[in-house]
Each structure stands twice: as structure tokens, then as C-alpha cells.
């Protein structure tokens, strides 16, 4: 597989780069570890990244490479993914891909479709991000863990991402769903019936009047619930 990337690899800066997939196949499963990235490369700097992933009628969207929102090295305003429908066979990450790039902040919106693996709301290595959140409705499905922070968090290393939310349902759209979570300072259970299967690494737990939390795991770690 080869790496996929938009954006600048020199120290240009774009405008907002849009990139929407609604069927094919991108990538090999089990193939040569490569990403779909957003952004650019070393020092370009981008606006707003967006990423929609759709499946259309009559079609089937399958993703067997690491999606990276943010730059690869480079920088990025803001980034958001978009996933209502498809099959994602790699990670998914709301920033970047080098720890010396930066994203401001990160927003991934999952509807629908499978993600058969993780899903980070920072960066691929530990890369500088403002603030990072994840929203699940709909019948989407995350086999793996849902993680606010970065993967390439080295032991003893302080993590760079701010605040990390996740949202289990909107004001107008339920989540009823299973999810395994890592490192959020806030979880908010808005609307329909979730349960957590693992959890650790959590400060705040908030289920509002139209949430309900279920809870299969025999140990959860979180500082404060309400």
C-alpha cells in the first residue's frame, strides 16, 4: 500500500481541503501499513481538513488504511471526520501523523458503518492538539477502543491533546451501542442507551435526562460521575 495525502509538502499554506469517499476500495487488508492523510507534509500548513466517508446505494466503501484527518508533519486549523456508513478496517485518527506537526482542534462524527479497530481523537504519534471530540450516533459500531488522546503517547511522556470529549448521542439523533473507552476528560451519555464495556482514563462521567449509561464492565476508572 502507499501512503495518500493532500495538501502542500512544502511550506506553503492551503485553504480548507475537503476529501468525500462514498464507494471503492482504498487499500490492501493485511498489506504494507499505510494512511490516508488529510494534509500535507514537514511544514504546510492547512485551514480546515474535512473528511466524509459515506457508502452509496448499491455500493460498498471499504478503508484498509490508517485514516489521519491532520498533516503529515505539517499543520492544520481544525480537522473533521465524518463517517456515516462503510467498512474501516484501520485506525482512525482526528490529527496528525508526526509528533512536530500541530492541529487546533479535532471533531470525528460517527453515524454508521464499522470501524474494525480504534479510534483516536488525537494523533498517530503524540502531535500538539488543542482540544479533541467524538460524537457516536446512529447504529455505528467501533469493535475497538475509542481513545480522546494520541496512540504514540511514549511511557512516562506528558500527553499534548487538551480537553477530549466524546458525545454518545446529540439533541436529535440516539446512540444505543457498546463502546470500550481510554483517556477523556469528559463523556456525556446524551441520548439513548449505551454500554460500556471498559473504561479507564475517564475524569467526568455526565448522563443527561434522555441517556442511559449500562455498564458490562466488572472494573470502570473514572474520577467523577453525574
Known amino acids: ?52 466517508i459515506s457508502q452509496a446505494e448499491g455500493k460498498q466503501t471499504i478503508i484498509n488504511d490508517d485514516i489521519v484527518a491532520g498533516a503529515n508533519g505539517g499543520t492544520a486549523g481544525s480537522t473533521e471526520v465524518n463517517i456515516s456508513g462503510g467498512t474501516i478496517n484501520a485506525n482512525v485518527y482526528g490529527g496528525g501523523r508526526k509528533d512536530y506537526g500541530s492541529v487546533g482542534s479535532t471533531a470525528i462524527n460517527i453515524s454508521g458503518g464499522t470501524i474494525n479497530a480504534d479510534v483516536y481523537g488525537g494523533s498517530m504519534d503524540n502531535q500538539q492538539t488543542g482540544s479533541t471530540t ?10 475497538g477502543i475509542i481513545n480522546g488522546g494520541s496512540a504514540g503517547v511514549a511511557a512516562g511522556a506528558a500527553e499534548k491533546v487538551g480537553s477530549r470529549t466524546l458525545d454518545l448521542g446529540s439533541g436529535d439523533a440516539a446512540y444505543a451501542g457498546s463502546v470500550k473507552l481510554v483517556n ?25 435526562s434522555a441517556g442511559v449509561l449500562n455498564v458490562s464492565a466488572s472494573t470502570l476508572q473514572v474520577d467523577n460521575a453525574v
Open 1 to 52: 500500500s502507499q501512503d495518500y495525502e493532500n495538501g502542500s509538502k512544502t511550506m506553503q499554506n492551503v485553504g480548507p481541503i475537503s476529501i468525500n469517499i462514498s464507494g471503492g476500495t482504498i487499500g490492501v487488508l493485511g498489506g504494507d501499513e499505510a494512511i490516508m492523510a488529510g494534509g500535507g507534509r514537514y511544514c504546510g500548513s492547512t485551514d480546515k481538513i474535512t473528511i466524509n
Open 134 to 143: 467524538i460524537t457516536m450516533t446512529g447504529n455505528a459500531e467501533v469493535t
Open 184 to 208: 477523556f476528560t469528559d463523556v456525556n451519555v446524551n441520548n439513548g442507551s449505551t454500554t460500556i464495556e471498559s473504561m479507564s482514563g475517564v475524569s467526568n462521567v455526565t448522563v443527561g
